[in-house]
């Protein structure tokens, strides 16, 4: 028995998967390929030009611009190595202890630190796709910006960026192993997310920067904010070694002193780092893993559910609305149960709409209400199309994929005494219900944090009513006409033509109203009624579309 | 061949599996029969390695399942109720892969594979992504998989759901050639004339504890009775 290979023939199940999956593209409609390949394109280019513009203004900042510009390197290697942190984690999570893969390697004749290791390696893939098209438009901006000759940085950028990858997936892998041995059941799980929550929440709301006394001049500016993004620069931090060893060799030529061998040294601090984590992740491979995983199994098989006594009455009062039919209410309240008993969903909500409600909060902090009107109205459409953007994110990501998240089970749609016109009009309701619940308290609260004439934010609240019917309108249709009942995962659902699309228009949307809300500095009742039809319209047209493909459809 | 000592299964307070012992010997083809929730599924897993005894031990082949896994696993295939299987490969591309998990030389993958193949009616499909196939196609590629090496103990969760009749038959010849190279087949089912014509031996677990066993003359008298299967399971379950 040749125990050693299996990794290697588990790295080639992996590969031979991959290439499977790039087969399939063939059979995918050339528009669907196409569209695909441009979005990616068009959005990574659209980066690109956004670090450039961002970069040439910091620079032509004399004699501040190097600094912004090293400033905004060092954050983005952090929130990277953070997101990776986190991405990695959860990814972790679900890949070593919910996937059915798992149970069955465990039947065969492989070591459990094996499975540990191509689960690592399944999610360095995964860490690895957004961390690619965030830096590659990044490194090529700064590189252009600080004249650093483009052959050998990208290759630079890679070499330091592969153990950084490697190492936060590591510790991430970590972390999912001892999180779930200290919280092997479900519901420990959920109270440490929620407590979880609660702290980011209550770090970031006392966190408040200071006010900004000198907004006159760049360098009172500076002195003001830099102190606050100082943690970005924490030596001890993997993010630091990467930007410096990144920073250190792009300046090579430029500026005299050991910069190659600061260069060489920040390299090396994180790729021993990085050896060194090899140790403690082979020995939860052989050891910890396999206590963890049969401890979760004991633990799953009795989790019961228990009544949730702040959900069920809203609930049961959906029972007795007459309108769109007593069947379509029961779909509402599985949609309803079906997201409130799944942690990792409703946590990602409270994390995104949290976070906004602190920046809103913060808002006088930052002493933008002394602005002038101009800046001030600049400032909160930005806020407010900003808002609309996470929702939108929002209602792609839960919205769109309800319908054909129903997966092996349409047939009880398709056999349901329930029109789909009031299947469609229930997920649609629910929708732009939860919608305007979330988005339109922020709106107004942006308004008022800002200064802003009551009328204005009145009235920018109640067209972000029309707003959410729009991107609900457009989620749902187009989640209709573009129905995947073949997946179970949301992702793989949102990344076909159908979600491809649906971004599309949500973007194209949204920048026609933010473009009209900066030009429309009065507000009327006839800019009112414009709009709103417009929105009516946006959102009404694909939902119609969505029913009449739904109809034809066999299941 | 397998030795299952006093075994226990918990599950907080919850006793799935009561102290079970039982021996069983090469060749025989062994049937778990009991109500839902009677502890078959936990018995089979912690045989398979996916569960880990509370208390008790399993020998599998000699190997202490505990102590030696990967020796007792290499003899040893399992089946669940609902197999995993990789929907972007394609059946010839998944026995190859579990071909080498149990280190089998390509020769007698290719061979094997294609013996396997053919008899579970897939060598025309072999090349399609198992992503396209029904439920019972995707049954009869886990099963072609777990038999590609040979197992001296195989073990099956309601190994027939989705399987055609013709298939079924099929597979119910290769069971009973299997036992009688000396292969022990283990298999839990609800289907309780298909334990009745297969099984050598069965055994009910009712509430985690076997409540009978033996082969179906050694019950009948026992139990004084000439009942069929289905009437003395009944019988003995409502008791």
């Avoid at chain 1, 070499?159 to 999912?176: E, R």
């Avoid at chain 1, 997920?427 to 609260?445: E, Q, R």
């Avoid at chain 2, 294609?114 to 396209?132: G, P």
Wanted: with cysteine; glycine share 6%; charged share 15%.
């Amino acid at each position: 028995m040749k125990a050693t290979c299996h990794l290697s023939i588990l790295i080639q199940l992996k590969l031979t998967e991959l290439k499977n999956s790039f087969r399939r593209l063939r059979t995918r409609s050339p528009l669907e390929v196409l569209t695909l390949v441009v979005f990616l394109l068009g959005a990574g280019f659209g980066l690109f030009i956004l670090f450039s513009k961002s970069f040439q203004f910091f620079q032509g900042q004399k004699p501040f611009g190097p600094i912004l510009i090293d400033e905004c390197f060092y954050l983005l290697n952090f929130t990277l190595f953070v997101m990776l942190l986190i991405s990695s984690g959860v990814s972790a999570y679900s890949s070593l202890f919910k996937s059915p893969e798992v149970p069955f390697l465990l039947t065969q004749n492989i070591r459990w630190n094996d499975i540990y290791f191509i689960k690592l390696l399944e999610t360095l893939w995964f860490s690895a796709w957004p961390i690619l098209f965030i830096t590659i438009p990044f490194t090529i901006a700064f590189g252009i910006t600080r004249s650093v000759s483009l052959g050998p940085f990208p290759f630079l950028c890679f070499v330091f960026y592969l153990p950084f990858v490697l190492l936060a997936a590591m510790i991430g892998n970590l972390g999912a192993v001892f999180s779930v041995w200290l919280l092997p059941t479900k519901a420990r799980r959920k109270a440490a997310i929620l407590a979880l929550v609660g702290v980011i929440i209550y770090f970031f709301a006392r966190t408040q920067p200071e006010i900004i006394r000198e907004q006159g001049s760049l360098s009172g500016i500076l002195s003001g904010y830099l102190p606050h993004v100082a943690f970005a620069k924490f030596p001890l931090l993997p993010s630091y070694w990467a930007t410096r060893g990144i920073l250190a060799f792009s300046q090579i030529g430029k500026q005299t002193g050991d910069l190659w061998e600061q260069g060489v040294f920040y390299f090396l601090v994180l790729f021993s780092n990085t050896l060194f984590f090899l140790i403690p992740s082979m020995g939860v491979g052989n050891r910890m893993f396999a206590a963890t995983f049969l401890r979760a199994q004991d633990c799953g098989e009795i989790a019961v559910k228990r009544k949730n006594r702040f959900v069920q009455p809203p609930v049961r009062w959906f029972d007795h609305l007459p309108w769109p039919s007593r069947p379509a209410m029961a779909f509402l309240e599985k949609d309803i149960k079906t997201f409130m008993r799944d942690a990792s969903e409703w946590s990602q909500l409270i994390i995104f709409f949290g976070l906004l409600l602190v920046y809103f909060l913060n808002l006088k902090n930052f002493e933008f209400h002394v602005l002038k009107d101009m800046w001030k109205n600049i400032i909160f459409v930005l806020n407010t199309v900003g808002t609309y953007v996470v929702l939108s994110s929002f209602s792609m990501r839960f919205v769109f994929p309800m319908l054909s998240l129903e997966g092996s089970r349409a047939w009880i749609i398709a056999m349901a005494p329930v029109s789909f016109a009031s299947l469609l009009l229930e997920k649609f309701l629910l929708g732009t219900v939860v919608s305007a619940v979330l988005t339109l308290p922020l709106v107004y609260l942006s308004g008022c944090m800002l200064e802003i004439g009551m009328r204005k934010v009145f009235f920018t609240t109640c067209l972000g009513f029309f707003v959410c019917v729009a991107l609900t309108g457009l989620s749902v249709g187009f989640g209709a006409r573009f129905p995947d009942f073949k997946s179970n995962n949301p992702s793989q659902i949102i990344s076909g033509l159908g979600g491809s699309l649906l971004l599309v228009t949500h973007l194209i949307y949204l920048l026609g109203l933010g473009v009209f809300l900066l030009a429309v500095q009065h507000q009327s009742a006839l800019t009112f009624a414009m709009i709103s039809a417009a929105s009516l319209l946006v959102g009404m047209l694909p939902l119609k579309l969505g029913m009449s493909h739904l109809k034809k459809l066999e299941f | 061949m397998i030795e299952i000592k006093n075994l226990k299964k918990n599950y907080g307070k919850k006793e799935a599996v009561k102290g079970i012992t039982l021996s069983i010997q090469p060749g025989e083809l062994f049937a778990f029969l009991g109500p839902n929730g009677a502890g078959k599924t936990s018995t089979l897993k912690m045989l398979a390695g996916l569960l880990r005894p509370t208390s008790g031990s399993i020998h599998i082949g000699g190997y202490d399942l505990n102590k030696e896994p990967l020796k007792a696993k290499s003899i040893l295939s399992f089946v669940p109720d609902i197999p995993y299987v990789y929907e972007k490969l394609t059946p010839w591309e998944f026995l190859r892969f579990v071909g080498k998990l149990y280190s089998l030389d390509p020769q007698t993958i290719q061979k094997k594979g294609e013996e396997l193949l053919r008899f579970f009616e897939l060598w025309d499909v072999r090349d399609v992504l198992i992503e396209e196939f029904s439920h019972g196609m995707k049954q009869k590629a886990v099963l072609s998989a777990s038999l590609i090496h040979d197992p001296k103990v195989f073990i099956l969760d309601e190994p027939m759901v989705g399987l055609d009749p013709v298939s079924i038959r099929s597979f119910k010849d290769l069971l009973k050639k299997k036992t009688r190279e000396g292969t022990i087949v283990i298999f839990s089912t609800h289907t309780l004339p298909l334990a009745e014509e297969l099984a050598d031996r069965l055994v009910i677990i009712d509430h985690g504890q076997i409540i009978a066993s033996g082969t179906m003359d050694e019950l009948r008298t026992k139990y004084a009775s000439r009942e069929n299967l289905e009437q003395m399971f009944l019988r003995l379950v409502e008791k």
